[in-house]
């Protein structure tokens, strides 16, 4: 069967006729005196041959033609047909047929080797080529997984940004805003709806939007809790993901704006809903679970600022209220969702409201009888005592600030607390303090910084496994290419000059990018971080740094020097890489000094360089909006390690990092 196509191709070939039009022309000319009239006794000669020496000769080319054109064995299949025409006169009608026998064999002899020839380049041939399929299939891959490690750091700077906006204003409108910007990068987006629930109406209303236009966020108007995606996530608290938006269900306005795709999670403080979250896409898409999470993640926090925003705004509202009256005043006191409280100089609680009574676990009249003291431990003792010195002496104090405070069944409430110092005719008579209880907004920052924490670690694991997959597997084989070109190099020696070019060429461009994969897998996972350490790791980088950016880079240990944790270890070789790569990359440094400091408990990095400098805003988290997620990983990284994060810098002054971490 398989010869039978093998034919029939063959036969469907232009190349088969013309090669069969040749073997015509070339018996013709060979028997042309017994073809014709029989008038030609004696045959010609031709370079010193006679021509039917010639015509032999000749045969060579239907032999050489056929097997470059169809394969070796067509080549073989035309040589026995040339020599099934060329046997009759050598053996019959050749008056000297020994030596026409010998030029026969000599015809063969020489279409044979040519054959083999052809046969053996064009498997070279063949194999070359899938060598550099193989390369580029290599290269491709490479590709991938780059945009899939940038992609997923810039997710994880998004996010830590994302948290730093939510928790660090009561704007809801600009804190939205903000928020909106930063999940359509995260998740790639084109559209962003958010809905804050109305308690009273139990209707949904549009509060922020991003890729819509204001006659679409118009039309959508209020949704009912129930009604719709949007509605059953509200009235459910579950998330729901609409991959192709195919169905009834959805609203005129989101089938006019072409909404295809969409992901809703509510938006959640504590067990209640408060919104819902929409992203979407005007062509199909399919999310995943880790998409779904992340989303829900950040729905938690987005619930939390809208959440804090209305109180905000209702204690704000109620502050001004409460300066037109007194008995206003009193009310806000007695009613007011923070915790409010008074004492005296010894302690004792002169005054406090039901919020303070909820908050602690007393009632009201059992407050009225106790000493601050009894709410406190040891810990936020002191720093009450230090708080009390700064307003005695007249001190700034930093409010609101985060203290601890013990209820009565023992657990631990985590407040942000603004104390003042109450005077009368310019004597201290006592404090009040105003406290909000913000120990779900910390565990959900911390199930927030765990999961980034997570998020880090499976990334540095990918990243270790692509560095092995990439050693063990695809250097391997182009080093193995290498190999077989400079064998084949070696045991051919009589290539045209230009074959040996293209393959000495070839051979260099596999070399380099066998170099370029060692480099990359050392980015991705120096080994030497796991096997000798930090300050070996980062005279290894320093070098690194040095060869790919052209930056002089001088590494200092101060202290005795030490291994820590592999973790540690590993986010504080991250930080540096980070550092000395935007100073290489974005900052023109031409110089730059890593300090290194292993002290009592614990450990410090300094990075300075003599880079363009910029100007830097008043929160970190800013930089996110400039383009610099890079620091902004930075700093979250430092939070993960529980430790303190600085940085300096003007235009044209260079830039300063340092970073403290306790061991």
């Not at 070796?72 to 009759?88: D, K, N």
């Not at 406190?376 to 230090?386: C, F, I, T, V, Y």
């Not at 009040?432 to 120990?439: E, K, N």
Request: aromatic share 6%; charged share 25%; glycine share 8%.
């Amino acid at each position: 069967m398989k010869a039978a196509a093998r034919l029939k191709k063959v036969a469907g070939s232009p190349h088969f006729w013309v090669n069969l039009a040749i073997l015509a022309f070339l018996t013709v000319l060979h028997y042309v005196e017994q073809i014709g009239t029989g008038g030609v006794t004696e045959p010609s000669l031709h370079f010193g041959l006679t021509r039917h020496s010639v015509d032999r000769v000749l045969f060579l080319v239907p032999i050489v033609y056929s097997c470059h054109a169809l394969g070796f064995g067509a080549g073989l299949a035309a040589g026995f047909i040339s020599l099934a025409i060329m046997l009759p006169r050598a053996i019959f009608l050749s008056p000297v047929p020994n030596d026409a026998l010998l030029e026969v064999l000599a015809v063969m002899l020489v279409g044979l080797l040519a054959c083999l020839w052809l046969g053996v380049r064009g498997r070279e041939r063949d194999r070359y080529q899938r060598a550099l399929d193989q390369l580029q299939n290599t290269h491709d891959q490479l590709q991938v997984y780059v945009r899939i490690a940038r992609s997923e750091q810039k997710r994880l700077a998004s996010l830590n940004a994302l948290s730093a906006v939510l928790t660090r204003s009561f704007q809801l409108e600009e804190t939205l805003k903000r928020a909106v910007d930063l999940v359509m990068e995260m998740l790639e987006a084109e559209v962003i709806l958010v809905f804050s629930l109305q308690e009273e109406s139990r209707e949904l209303v549009l509060v922020s939007h991003e890729g819509v236009s204001e006659e679409f966020a118009a039309e959508l108007g209020r949704v009912k809790v129930g009604e719709g995606f949007y509605g059953r996530v509200a009235q459910t608290a579950e998330p729901m993901a609409i991959e192709d938006e195919g169905t009834d269900d959805a609203s005129p306005a989101v089938q006019r704006m072409k909404i295809r795709a969409q992901l809703i999670v509510p938006l959640a403080a504590g067990e209640r809903v408060v919104g819902v979250l929409c992203v979407g896409n005007r062509r199909p898409r399919e999310f995943g679970e880790f998409e779904v999470h992340l989303l829900s993640a950040v729905g938690g926090q987005i619930g939390i600022a809208i959440e804090n925003a209305r109180l905000y705004e209702r204690e704000h509202l109620a502050t001004q209220r409460a300066l037109a009256s007194e008995r206003s005043q009193r009310e806000i006191f007695e009613n007011a969702n923070d915790a409010i409280w008074r004492h005296d100089l010894h302690g004792d609680i002169t005054a406090a409201n039901k919020a303070m009574a909820r908050l602690s676990g007393y009632d009201v009249e059992g407050l009225l009888r106790m000493n601050v003291r009894a709410l406190l431990s040891k810990e936020s003792l002191d720093l009450a005592g230090r708080i009390r010195r700064k307003l005695f002496e007249g001190e700034a104090v930093e409010q609101p600030y985060e203290q601890r405070l013990v209820r009565r069944d023992g657990t631990e409430a985590i407040l942000q607390l603004t104390t003042n110092l109450i005077a009368e005719d310019g004597k201290p008579e006592g404090f009040q303090h105003i406290a909000r209880d913000v120990t779900a907004e910390r565990r959900m920052q911390d199930n927030l910084r765990f999961y980034l924490g997570r998020i880090v670690k499976a990334q540095e694991e990918e990243r270790k496994r692509i560095a092995r997959e990439l050693h063990d597997d695809t250097a391997q084989v182009l080093y193995a290419v290498s190999r077989q070109l400079d064998n084949f190099l070696r045991q051919n020696e009589g290539l045209p000059h230009s074959v040996v070019g293209f393959l000495l060429r070839l051979q260099l461009q596999v070399n380099q990018g066998v170099d370029s994969m060692r480099r990359f897998t050392q980015d991705l996972r120096p080994p030497m971080i796991d096997e000798l350490g930090l300050v070996p790791a980062l005279r290894w980088l320093a070098g690194e740094t040095e060869k790919q950016y052209q930056i002089k880079v001088e590494l200092a240990v101060l202290g005795a020097e030490r291994r820590l944790s592999p973790d540690a270890e590993l986010l504080m070789f991250r930080i540096v890489q980070e550092v000395l790569r935007n100073s290489g990359r974005h900052a023109q440094a031409s110089s730059a000094r890593v300090t290194i400091e292993f002290g009592e408990g614990r450990a410090g990095i300094l990075v300075v360089d003599d880079g363009k400098g910029f100007k830097v805003p008043d929160q970190v988290s800013d930089l996110a909006h400039s383009g610099k997620l890079g620091l902004v990983g930075i700093q979250e990284r430092v939070r993960l390690l529980g430790g303190h994060f600085s940085l300096q810098s003007q235009p044209g002054k260079g830039t300063a990092i340092e970073v403290l971490v306790p061991l």
